[in-house]
Protein backbone atom coordinates (compact mmCIF):
# COMPACT_ATOMS: atom_id res chain seq x y z
CA UNK A 1 0.00 0.00 0.00
CA UNK A 2 1.11 3.50 -0.79
CA UNK A 3 0.09 5.97 1.80
CA UNK A 4 -0.62 9.77 0.55
CA UNK A 5 -1.70 13.10 2.36
CA UNK A 6 -2.24 16.62 1.75
CA UNK A 7 0.22 19.60 3.56
CA UNK A 8 -2.91 20.83 5.17
CA UNK A 9 -2.32 17.34 7.60
CA UNK A 10 0.91 19.38 8.78
CA UNK A 11 -1.03 22.17 10.62
CA UNK A 12 -3.79 19.56 11.45
CA UNK A 13 -1.02 17.93 13.39
CA UNK A 14 -0.06 20.86 14.93
CA UNK A 15 -3.60 22.53 15.92
CA UNK A 16 -3.97 19.07 18.08
CA UNK A 17 -0.66 18.48 19.13
CA UNK A 18 -1.98 18.85 22.81
CA UNK A 19 -4.60 16.80 22.40
CA UNK A 20 -2.69 14.05 20.34
CA UNK A 21 0.06 14.24 23.12
CA UNK A 22 -3.11 13.47 26.00
CA UNK A 23 -4.54 10.49 23.80
CA UNK A 24 -0.86 8.98 22.84
CA UNK A 25 0.15 9.65 26.85
CA UNK A 26 3.41 9.96 24.90
CA UNK A 27 6.03 12.88 25.69
CA UNK A 28 6.70 16.01 22.98
CA UNK A 29 9.82 14.48 21.56
CA UNK A 30 8.10 11.03 21.32
CA UNK A 31 5.51 12.35 19.59
CA UNK A 32 7.94 14.25 17.09
CA UNK A 33 9.61 10.82 17.02
CA UNK A 34 6.29 9.36 15.74
CA UNK A 35 5.50 12.35 13.49
CA UNK A 36 8.77 11.78 11.40
CA UNK A 37 8.07 8.43 11.02
CA UNK A 38 4.72 8.95 10.29
CA UNK A 39 5.96 11.60 7.34
CA UNK A 40 8.23 9.34 6.06
CA UNK A 41 5.92 6.83 5.10
CA UNK A 42 3.72 9.30 3.19
CA UNK A 43 3.53 10.88 0.21
CA UNK A 44 2.54 14.91 0.21
CA UNK A 45 0.56 16.10 -2.27
CA UNK A 46 0.13 19.67 -2.96
CA UNK A 47 -3.85 20.37 -2.91
CA UNK A 48 -3.00 23.10 -5.31
CA UNK A 49 -3.17 19.67 -8.21
CA UNK A 50 -6.21 19.58 -7.70
CA UNK A 51 -9.17 20.50 -10.22
CA UNK A 52 -11.91 22.91 -8.65
CA UNK A 53 -14.68 20.48 -9.85
CA UNK A 54 -13.34 17.88 -7.69
CA UNK A 55 -13.12 20.56 -4.69
CA UNK A 56 -16.75 21.09 -5.12
CA UNK A 57 -17.48 17.61 -4.83
CA UNK A 58 -15.68 17.07 -1.27
CA UNK A 59 -17.46 19.93 -0.26
CA UNK A 60 -20.56 18.42 -1.19
CA UNK A 61 -19.75 14.99 1.31
CA UNK A 62 -18.02 17.23 4.07
CA UNK A 63 -20.01 20.16 4.56
CA UNK A 64 -22.46 19.27 7.31
CA UNK A 65 -20.32 16.55 8.77
CA UNK A 66 -16.76 18.51 8.98
CA UNK A 67 -15.53 21.05 7.22
CA UNK A 68 -12.26 20.83 8.18
CA UNK A 69 -11.86 17.42 6.18
CA UNK A 70 -12.58 18.22 2.87
CA UNK A 71 -9.08 18.84 1.88
CA UNK A 72 -8.58 14.84 2.61
CA UNK A 73 -12.20 13.87 1.02
CA UNK A 74 -10.31 16.13 -2.14
CA UNK A 75 -7.07 14.49 -2.54
CA UNK A 76 -9.13 11.07 -2.17
CA UNK A 77 -11.64 11.43 -4.94
CA UNK A 78 -8.46 13.13 -6.62
CA UNK A 79 -6.34 10.36 -6.42
CA UNK A 80 -9.21 7.87 -6.81
CA UNK A 81 -7.66 6.19 -3.64
CA UNK A 82 -9.64 5.75 -0.22
CA UNK A 83 -9.50 7.24 2.73
CA UNK A 84 -8.46 6.07 5.86
CA UNK A 85 -9.75 7.71 8.89
CA UNK A 86 -9.98 7.08 12.80
CA UNK A 87 -12.66 9.98 12.95
CA UNK A 88 -16.06 7.87 13.57
CA UNK A 89 -18.34 10.88 12.48
CA UNK A 90 -16.85 11.31 9.31
CA UNK A 91 -16.95 7.63 8.66
CA UNK A 92 -20.52 7.22 8.95
CA UNK A 93 -21.43 10.88 7.55
CA UNK A 94 -19.04 9.91 4.16
CA UNK A 95 -20.87 6.41 4.19
CA UNK A 96 -24.37 7.79 4.70
CA UNK A 97 -23.78 10.05 2.03
CA UNK A 98 -22.42 6.83 -0.28
CA UNK A 99 -18.97 7.69 0.12
CA UNK A 100 -18.00 4.14 -0.30
CA UNK A 101 -14.17 4.52 -0.27
CA UNK A 102 -13.25 4.92 3.42
CA UNK A 103 -12.07 2.55 6.33
CA UNK A 104 -11.40 2.90 10.01
CA UNK A 105 -8.09 2.49 11.92
CA UNK A 106 -9.93 -0.86 12.88
CA UNK A 107 -10.48 -2.07 9.06
CA UNK A 108 -6.56 -1.30 8.53
CA UNK A 109 -5.89 -3.48 11.30
CA UNK A 110 -7.38 -6.39 9.49
CA UNK A 111 -4.63 -5.76 6.88
CA UNK A 112 -1.89 -6.28 9.62
CA UNK A 113 0.43 -2.90 8.35
Known sequence: MEF???SYMRYEIQK?????????KLSDQQLIDAQ??????LKFINEDLIPQAIWKKALRFTQDIDIDDVDFVALTLYLKGTLWT?????????KNKGFKKVFSTNDLSAYNI
Request: proline residues 0%.
Open 86 to 94: GDKDLLNGL
Open 4 to 6: YSC
Open 36 to 41: FQLFSR
Open 16 to 24: HWEKLKKIS
